[in-house]
């Protein structure tokens, strides 16, 4: 019965078993990666408005895929969380981000995104340690990127993890803030450092008439809260003049710099970070 089953999903669904089969494919290319390390970050500067200069970077995965080429995060990090690879990567880029960071010629930050599975799997707060002793950088200067997808898992579990990883001295920003549904209760229940405004915000900027609006209530509640407003996706000057009329702390984006490979980030340090 089993096997007639099977048949009728082939006769009925074609591409599906297609894009099935490309998907274990992807997961085994992901494995090779893991194994040989076929991973590299780029990093993103931050740049402080009040202080008019760069802060810290943004550490970001990419991977040379040895057939199709770069393949994108957008891509292959849904695929790393199903398939519970996530784990194994997460935990390379968490220890390759401190390495690095370590290594840089100033006081900055790096900013690490940690993904909800990753969260979630126990011991995220032992990993972390790790990879600050094993590097030497100072906890201060490690951010942990969290989204509030993390609360759907259960809740008192989640504070309890938050509260242990800011027990060791780390920063927790909360990523692509508005994207989700109830993000306002979130931000009521956790005391995080910064919070990150999503790009889709930032694009509105030039745009319709409300974005504005959305960017000034960010702010003020964040400011409210004793949190920190970092903008992702900053691309334009009227973007640009915008965010900082309205209070927003920290930028990110093209108009500043796209990622870079590590090794352009103590030019970019040297460069003064002034802007
Ligand atoms: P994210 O965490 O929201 O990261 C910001 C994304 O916006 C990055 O894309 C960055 O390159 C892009 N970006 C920065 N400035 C601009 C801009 O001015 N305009 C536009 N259009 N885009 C800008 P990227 O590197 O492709 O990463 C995409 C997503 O993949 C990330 O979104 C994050 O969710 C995930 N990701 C990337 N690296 C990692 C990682 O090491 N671990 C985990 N768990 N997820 C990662
Ligand atoms: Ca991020
Ligand atoms: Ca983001
Ligand atoms: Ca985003």
């Not at 920003?173 to 450092?193: A, E, H, I, K, Q």
Request: negative net charge; glycine residues 8%.
């Amino acid at each position: 019965a089993k096997h007639e089953g099977k048949a009728q999903y082939h006769f009925f669904a074609p591409s599906l078993d297609q894009a099935e089969r490309a998907r274990i494919r992807l997961e085994r290319d992901l494995r090779d990666a893991i194994k040989g390390v076929g991973f590299e970050l780029n990093f993103q500067p931050l740049y402080s408005l009040e202080k008019r200069r760069l802060t810290g970077f943004e550490a970001l995965i990419r991977w040379n895929h040895p057939v199709r080429g770069p393949i994108s995060p957008l891509e292959f990090i849904p695929l790393a969380e199903e398939s519970g690879l996530i784990i194994p990567i997460g935990e390379w880029v968490l220890r390759e981000a401190c390495h690095q960071a370590s290594t840089w010629p100033a006081d900055v930050s790096v900013a690490v995104n940690v993904s909800p599975k990753q969260f979630t799997a126990t011991g995220i707060a032992n990993t972390v340690l790790s990879a600050l002793s094993a590097s030497g950088l100072p906890a201060h200067r490690l951010e942990l990127e969290i989204t509030e997808s993390i609360f759907t898992a259960d809740v008192d579990q989640t504070l309890a993890t938050l509260h242990s990883l800011r027990t060791l001295g780390v920063k927790i920003v909360l990523d692509d803030f508005g994207t989700g549904y109830s993000s306002l209760s979130y931000l009521r229940s956790f005391p995080f450092d910064k919070v990150k405004i999503d790009k889709s915000f930032v694009e509105d900027l030039g745009t319709s008439g409300n974005g504005h609006a959305v960017i000034r209530a960010i702010t003020m509640l964040a400011a409210a809260l004793g949190m920190e407003t970092l903008a992702e996706g900053v691309e334009d000057v009227t973007q640009f003049e915008v965010l900082e009329r309205e209070g927003c702390q920290n930028i990110q984006g093209y108009l500043f710099s796209r990622p870079v490979a590590a090794d352009a980030v103590t030019g970019l340090l040297r460069d003064g970070a002034g802007y």
